[in-house]
């Protein structure tokens, strides 16, 4: 360490502090990390150890900062605004943006839009993360995600509507040769049922046929919905997806929809994103193009 310079803090104990400030929240700021609340109450009582003060008074509901602790958070907020303004002039043509969405998501409904994003945004580097897992916006290096569920996500997350889920019964039209498309429950045991891991037909055919018990068709089942909709593009059976999922393949005609029939679920598709006094201009774009194109869909 030169003369005259103190021995800082940890650049990662600084952060965790600006996020606890911001928050007064020690849980709040952990799902926000995407670390445990004890990481994060570790991190401040190291810092106050090695300043030798209080940042905060702990209350019997919630935090307060000491007086100290307010000229400090204001200071080190504004010292990691201009680490990051120093940054990105550094990389003045980089944009780079992570979106974290299901297997299923990006193949049957991202993917298939992503040429159109790339020829009207050329400056951003959008990057798709696809996993099952829940991602962490802070350890996976997640801008936005899409969620299926309801709100609220997280206390430190702000959630906005894509769409609707609607669930259709399609398959393809060669599996009906030589036979009748079902139209009654007796018919519909004749055929495979695919299923994926959300299993819709219990609550789908109990719509459909209330006056009917659970059916006895034979059954296949998957761990996600994009093989069930696959196995039904290939004609081994009827499979249950959202409409937006096979909106190509209806209009295709390599599938067809059996009934007119559609599951209204109370969870829906939503976009979930990190609250943050600061958002990246490529934030807004995408949460732009993402809206229009489910609006368009």
Request: proline share 5%; hydrophobic share 45%; glycine share 6%.
């Amino acid at each position: 360490m030169p003369d005259g310079f103190l021995e800082l803090p940890s650049l990662n104990a600084l952060r965790v502090f600006e996020v606890v400030a911001r928050h007064l929240n020690f849980r709040v700021a952990a799902e926000e990390l995407g670390v445990t609340q004890a990481a994060v109450a570790q991190q401040i009582r190291g810092l106050e150890a090695s300043l030798d003060l209080r940042l905060f008074e702990r209350l019997p509901r919630g935090l307060a900062l000491t007086d100290a602790g307010k000229g400090y958070s204001g200071s080190i907020r504004s010292a990691f605004a201009m680490i990051d303004e120093a940054t990105r002039l550094l990389r003045p043509k980089a944009s780079h943006l992570t979106v974290s969405v299901t297997p299923t998501f990006a193949s049957k409904w991202l993917i298939p839009r992503l040429g159109n994003f790339a020829q009207s945004h050329p400056d951003i580097d959008l990057r798709v993360l696809a996993t099952d897992r829940l991602s962490h916006f802070s350890t996976d290096g997640v801008d936005i995600a899409v969620r299926y569920g309801k709100p609220e996500f997280g206390a430190g997350l702000n959630s906005e509507l894509l769409m609707e889920q609607r669930i259709v019964a399609v398959a393809c039209p060669t599996l009906f040769e030589g036979s009748e498309i079902p139209v009654s429950f007796e018919q519909l045991q004749d055929f495979i049922m695919l299923h994926d891991a959300h299993d819709f037909w219990p609550q789908f055919l109990a719509e459909l046929f209330p006056q009917h018990a659970q059916p006895t068709a034979r059954n296949l089942r998957f761990n996600q919905t994009s093989l069930a909709i696959e196995a039904a593009t290939r004609g081994q059976g009827i499979a249950l997806a959202s409409s937006a999922f096979v909106s190509d393949e209806l209009a295709s005609g390599r599938l067809i929809q059996i009934f007119a029939q559609q599951l209204r679920l109370d969870k829906s598709f939503y976009l979930v994103w990190p609250r943050k006094t600061k958002q990246p201009e490529s934030l807004g774009i995408v949460q732009h193009w993402l809206k229009q194109q489910a609006d368009n869909s």
